[in-house]
């Protein structure tokens, strides 16, 4: 029975290893996929602490800026992404404006401009071991050109939280 059991399963590690081999790997290369692991050291780092801007300080006709720069520390490059996850008053949201613009070794470059309520996942390219790029943020609470208009605004809260995340290119 022992012996059955090791022969079961010898062969369904070589069948998992041929599926692999045979089923996998060609689909990678067909779809022009570089699959490569390396050894090394993923590190990013942020010039700043704490938040890159803050809502709660915000008025009616008022914008905020700030920069922080991302540094690749590590060992191997790394591809890297920047989120953001909104809560609070829709209405609000909506009426925000953010602006984000990226400073690298090819320029300048903005690459968000639009309400807070449409910011989407941005894809901020590769960044090689030893770079680094500066991102500014801007954020516009411009009026709605009434009274009637940014009063029906005050008094509403929201929240923003900025995620920069990497994996190895």
């Known amino acids: 029975m022992a012996l059955r059991l090791r022969l079961i399963l010898t062969l369904t590690v070589l069948g998992a290893f041929l599926t692999i081999v045979l089923w996998i790997a060609p689909a990678l290369a067909a779809s022009g996929s570089n699959l490569r692991i390396e050894r090394g050291r993923l590190n990013v780092s942020r010039s ?11 008025a009616i006709g008022g914008r905020q800026t700030s920069s922080t720069t991302i540094t690749n520390s590590g060992s ?6 920047l989120s953001g996850s909104l809560g609070g008053d829709r209405k609000l949201i909506r009426r925000l404006r953010l602006t984000i613009v990226g400073s690298g070794p090819r320029g300048t470059a903005t690459l968000f401009a639009g309400s807070l309520a449409s910011f989407r996942p941005l ?30 605004l005050q008094g509403l809260a929201a929240s923003l939280r900025f995620t920069w995340s990497a994996v190895q290119a």
């Open 48 to 58: 700043t602490t704490g938040p890159a801007l803050a809502l709660d300080r915000l």
């Open 76 to 81: 191997v490059a790394a591809v890297y992404t």
């Open 123 to 152: 894809n901020l390219g590769r960044l090689g071991v030893g770079e680094a790029r500066t991102f500014s943020f801007r954020l516009a609470f411009p009026s709605t050109g009434s009274d009637v208009g940014d009063n029906a």
